[in-house]
């Protein structure tokens, strides 16, 4: 079969041969891939900057996507730490991280959806007790994720959602999908008073923002949720201690390892569902997968999406 294989930290995957994959145990299948997302956590394991990359080589890359399995039925799958991802032909599975799609869903869709949906979904179903009437702020909104998270606040009932960013003009976009308001990262004190923050920024700017921003609130005691996703600010923030004292606030993180895998894969139907039912709209771009070297570095607002 062809797949994409990555040799190196440095180097793009290039497109060529690679043994068939074959199931080992009873919980395994191996299945057609039909799309998978070329995704900022599958680029991150790739490339060493995840903590969860495993760091040998060679291996194909591929977090997730929608597969075709022995019967004909469509699943969406997100693997586990594999050298075998979903960048190829064909791949292995564990059925138990799949779910059954439903009938007439457009693969390409679920594969550029599910990964950036599943960040804001999991961390206000999971992570905290999200109400409906709250108030969210999304730092990072223009991103991928960050856009898919104004729409996902706003499915579970949020009553005011802020979409932040650092470009003015593709946040204005945001307000068609949702957004009750924008502000700028500089002018975070804006939102001072929202309930949750959903956080795909951290680094100095947001930690430099966050006395500011606690300081406007017009009640300090009351309760906020710092919700810490992605770090495209910056790995490390150094959070001033007044902000932890000064305000009700805690911070919690929202990813692999702080989510057991069996709560991501509980929510996976409900996500394809909202994602198939065009509840969440979407931006990807098909290109095939013997395309991979060009479109591993591309720069793209839409989600890249290898097919065959």
């Not at 032909?89 to 869709?109: F, N, Q, W």
């Not at 223009?142 to 856009?147: D, E, I, K, L």
């Not at 139907?269 to 909202?274: C, R």
Request: charge should be neutral; proline fraction near 6%.
């Amino acid at each position: 079969m062809r797949a994409a294989v990555l040799t190196a930290f440095d180097t793009p995957p290039m497109y060529r041969d690679h043994p068939e994959p074959v199931a080992a145990n009873d919980n395994e299948m191996v299945v057609e891939v039909l799309a998978a997302g070329l995704h900022h956590l599958t680029r991150a394991k790739a490339t060493g900057a995840h903590y969860s990359s495993s760091g040998t080589f060679p291996l194909v890359p591929g977090a997730d996507g929608v597969v075709r399995d022995g019967s004909g039925r469509l699943r969406y799958v997100a693997l586990d730490d594999t050298k075998l991802g979903t960048f190829a032909d064909r791949t292995v599975i564990d059925v138990r991280r799949s779910v059954v799609l439903p009938d007439g869903v457009d693969p390409v869709r679920i594969a550029a959806a599910m990964n950036p949906g599943m960040s804001s979904w999991v961390a206000l179903r999971r992570r905290i007790e999200f109400a409906p009437g709250q108030r969210v702020l999304v730092i990072g909104a223009t991103g991928n994720a960050g856009r898919m998270a104004v729409q996902v606040a706003k499915l579970f009932g949020a009553a005011h959602v802020i979409a932040a960013g650092r470009d003015a003009a593709r946040l204005e976009a945001l307000r068609a999908l949702g957004a009750d308001e924008t502000c700028t990262l500089d002018r975070l004190e804006r939102a001072a008073d929202v309930d949750v923050v959903i956080d795909y920024v951290w680094g100095e700017a947001v930690a430099g923002a966050m006395v500011p921003m606690l300081s406007a609130r017009s009640d300090r005691a009351a309760p906020l949720t710092w919700i810490q996703i992605g770090s495209v600010g910056g790995a490390t923030a150094p959070v001033p201690s007044v902000a932890l004292r000064s305000a009700r606030m805690q911070i919690v993180g929202s990813g692999i390892g702080s989510v057991p895998a069996r709560d991501f894969i509980a929510e996976l139907p409900g996500l394809a569902v909202a994602v198939a039912e065009g509840a969440l709209d979407v931006r990807a771009r098909a290109v095939p997968l013997a395309e991979v070297g060009p479109a591993w570095t591309a720069e793209t607002d839409d989600r890249i999406v290898f097919v065959p």
